[in-house]
Antibody, heavy 121, light 110 residues
Framework: QVQLVQSGAEVKKPGASVKVSCKAS????????INWVRQATGQGLEWVGW????????GYAQKFQGRVTITRNTSITTAYMELSSLRSGDTAVYYC??????????????WGQGTLVTVSS | SYVLTQAPSVSVAPGKTARFTCGGD??????VNWYQQRPGQAPVLVIY???DRPSGIPERFSGSNSGNTATLTISRAEAGDEADYYC?????????????FGGGTKLTVL
């Protein structure tokens, strides 16, 4: 069965960076995109960016351009999201999600369990 | 950038029909997906490509999309349907194409 298992909660100081991992299993890792979506407490879902694990190509929401990097290690079927220059507004649960459907018809069929990132001095 | 508008909350009596709307400029030309998120859990896909159901999602869940409004309908609502529901599209029309979510609608089953 398809599973996306994320790394544990993180506490970081303002200005620091955080790197969250997402271990995929139960399918061919390079055949589907991995996306990252975040959710602040009591708020809605916010898309961060995507990556094609086969090519390594990425795309990021304009809001996060220059601060986020999504990478992967295909040998261990794991994707990573690194967010830098953290501020209190980045405190949120970060989800990885498998993306499919191609452009124009894109959706997320499996999600990780979420990783809480807390930014606090 | 593209904006999706959802009502903050919807209430329904058990056994009745709940409808969630997702408004967007000419959203009928886009493919709309819907997610259910129960408290403390990750989102779950309930409708994709406007009206298709993933395996394991009850037939009580259905979707439609036309004009400026997409709709998710839950028939015969149950207490277990209480959750937040989000619509989502791919926005290809801006300088920065990407995924857009609506603000979400909280369903209360009275």
């Amino acid at each position: 069965q398809v599973q996306l298992v994320q790394s544990g909660a993180e506490v970081k100081k303002p200005g620091a960076s955080v790197k969250v991992s997402c271990k995929a299993s139960g399918y061919t890792f390079t055949s589907y995109d991995i996306n990252w979506v975040r959710q602040a407490t009591g708020q809605g879902l916010e898309w961060v960016g995507w990556m094609n694990p086969n090519s390594g190509n990425t795309g990021y929401a304009q809001k996060f351009q220059g601060r986020v990097t999504i990478t992967r290690n295909t040998s261990i079927t794991t994707a990573y999201m690194e967010l830098s220059s953290l501020r209190s507004g980045d405190t949120a649960v970060y989800y990885c999600a498998r993306g499919r459907g191609g452009s124009y018809r894109y959706y997320f069929d499996y999600w990780g369990q979420g990783t809480l990132v807390t930014v606090s001095s | 950038s593209y904006v999706l508008t959802q009502a903050p909350s919807v209430s329904v009596a058990p056994g009745k029909t709940a409808r969630f709307t997702c408004g967007g400029d000419n959203i009928g030309s886009k493919s709309v997906n819907w997610y259910q998120q129960r408290p403390g859990q990750a989102p779950v896909l309930v409708i994709y490509y406007d009206s298709d159901r993933p395996s394991g999602i009850p037939e009580r869940f259905s979707g439609s999309n036309s004009g400026n409004t997409a709709t998710l309908t839950i028939s015969r609502a149950e207490a277990g349907d209480e959750a937040d529901y989000y619509c989502q599209v791919w926005d290809s029309g801006s300088d920065h194409p990407g995924v857009v979510f609506g603000g979400g609608t909280k369903l209360t089953v009275l």
